[in-house]
């Protein structure tokens, strides 16, 4: 399986080392030319690539982490999803001291669903700050917790699995009005917590 990731910055690049521990295919992409990328990807080892973001949107599975104000640029003209799975790790915040975006009474995922029509959109690795996100999921005897939520559950079943494989333990929340609310940052009560699943 290929994984693409638009935008990988800070939350982008600590998903990207997790999946390439992992041994999955990787396509990082970001907003300048992907050379900007080589050194990074290299890093990552050598089932990882640079490219285009309209070449690393037509991965298996494809990761959005751009800020919020970016989000519609970064899914503009980009080829038919055509059920492929989008993992929404973004967040909308639009402003300095996490100022909301507003949204109109949508869960953020939702408002970026509705802009990658097609796509399976699973919101997920949106919670921890990019450092936590980045470490090692093994602590204290078990395993970091990461939230899954999406109106798929076939798509929410293969990120949880993407995750596990990666040393992750998953918690699906349902739907993206309900569960993409819980863990929308900011407003839902689980982003920052640093859950650990034991045994
Ligand atoms: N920082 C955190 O701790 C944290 C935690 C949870 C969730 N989040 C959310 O994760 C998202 C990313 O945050 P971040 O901290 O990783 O940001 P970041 O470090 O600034 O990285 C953003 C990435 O998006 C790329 N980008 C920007 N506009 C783009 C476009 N139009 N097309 C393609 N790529 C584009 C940037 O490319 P260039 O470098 O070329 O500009 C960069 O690679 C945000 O929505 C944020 O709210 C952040």
């Not at 907003?31 to 991965?59: K, Y």
């Not at 100022?99 to 959109?121: D, F, I, K, N, Y």
């Not at 899954?148 to 596990?164: C, E, F, M, P, T």
């Amino acid at each position: 399986m290929k994984i693409g990731i638009i935008g990988a910055g800070g939350i982008g690049q600590a998903f990207a080392g997790h999946v390439a521990r992992a041994g999955y295919e990787l396509v990082l992409s970001n907003n300048r030319d992907p050379d900007s990328l080589a050194e990074i990807a290299r890093a990552l080892g050598p089932r990882t690539s640079v490219a285009t973001r309209e070449q690393a949107a037509q991965a298996d599975v494809v990761m959005l982490a751009v800020p919020w104000l970016q989000v519609e640029a970064a899914l503009s003209g980009l080829p038919p999803w055509k059920g492929r799975i989008l993992i929404d790790a973004t967040n909308p915040v639009v402003g300095p001291g996490f100022q909301a975006a507003e949204l109109g009474g949508s869960t953020s995922s939702e408002v970026v669903a509705s802009l990658a029509p097609g796509a399976r959109v699973v919101k997920a690795a949106n919670t921890l700050p990019r450092t936590l996100l980045a470490s090692d999921p093994h602590e204290a005897g078990g395993r970091r917790v990461l939230f899954v939520s999406g109106d798929d559950a076939d798509a929410r079943k293969d990120v949880s699995g993407i995750l596990q494989r990666s040393g992750f333990a998953t918690i699906d929340l349902g739907d993206l009005a309900s569960g993409g609310k819980l863990q929308q940052f900011p407003g839902g009560p689980l982003p920052t917590l640093n859950l650990i699943k034991l045994g």
